[in-house]
T-cell receptor
Framework: DTEVTQTPKHLVMGMTNKKSLKCEQH?????MYWYKQKAKKPPELMFV???????INESVPSRFSPECPNSSLLNLHLHALQPEDSALYLC?????????????FGQGTRLTVV | GENVEQHPSTLSVQEGDSAVIKCTYS??????FPWYKQELGKRPQLIID?????GEKKDQRIAVTLNKTAKHFSLHITETQPEDSAVYFC???????????FGSGTRLQVQP
């Protein structure tokens, strides 16, 4: 299995809602990432987990809360988002951390905040 | 942190022509340089990568060259086909953030 699976594929939420994005990989990768991608822009790093520990938080607002329950799963909890948070949220994993090996991307969750 | 610059932002070529996309990076400790292709509405997918101990790598119609001294690397696509049309991102290791940093992307359009 060489896939990173994200759910849901699409999500529409109000500014007062709480929702979660889920990501799963079964490749035995030890690093997992959340990226945010706006239209016509590159993926922008949000969080890095290495060996299930949060190693990088790119000054992301606290309305985004990551969680890594185990080595195969990564969640992103969303609360009180703003319309400008609407974007494609990409999960990725790599065999090792450090940005020194291929990052495999999930298909993304397209989030719309209304 | 790593700063990756990518040019051009858009590139239009005729089918069968070659396409070249160039990137520069700032982190002298970077040692891994992948190229991703992203079709509309899809995930970024790796098409080729190169490590700092290699100057050139080729895979069929795709090649990547790396000049560590000048801190730049390039993607070369020969005999372009309409299905090569997509956005291409270069990336480089950000040793401080321990993740990949992406260039701004190049929209390649291959005209049939």
């Amino acid at each position: 299995d060489t896939e990173v699976t994200q759910t849901p594929k699409h999500l529409v939420m109000g500014m007062t809602n709480k929702k979660s994005l889920k990501c799963e990989q079964h490749m035995g990768h030890r690093a997992m990432y959340w990226y945010k991608q706006k239209a016509k822009k590159p993926p922008e790093l949000m969080f890095v987990y290495s060996y299930e520990k949060l190693s990088i938080n790119e000054s992301v607002p606290s309305r985004f809360s990551p969680e890594c329950p185990n080595s195969s799963l990564l969640n992103l909890h969303l609360h009180a988002l703003q319309p400008e948070d609407s974007a494609l949220y990409l999960c990725a994993s790599s065999q090792e951390g450090g940005g020194r090996t291929e990052a495999f991307f999930g298909q993304g969750t397209r989030l719309t905040v209304v | 942190g790593e700063n990756v610059e990518q040019h051009p932002s858009t590139l239009s070529v005729q089918e069968g022509d070659s396409a070249v996309i160039k990137c520069t990076y700032s982190d002298s400790a970077s040692n891994y340089f992948p190229w991703y292709k992203q079709e509309l509405g899809k995930r970024p997918q790796l098409i080729i990568d190169i490590r700092s101990n290699v100057g050139e790598k080729k895979d069929q119609r795709i090649a990547v060259t790396l000049n560590k001294t000048a801190k730049h690397f390039s993607l070369h696509i020969t005999e372009t086909q309409p299905e090569d049309s997509a956005v291409y991102f270069c990336a480089a290791t950000d040793t401080g953030r321990r993740a990949l940093t992406f260039g701004s992307g190049t929209r390649l359009q291959v005209q049939p």
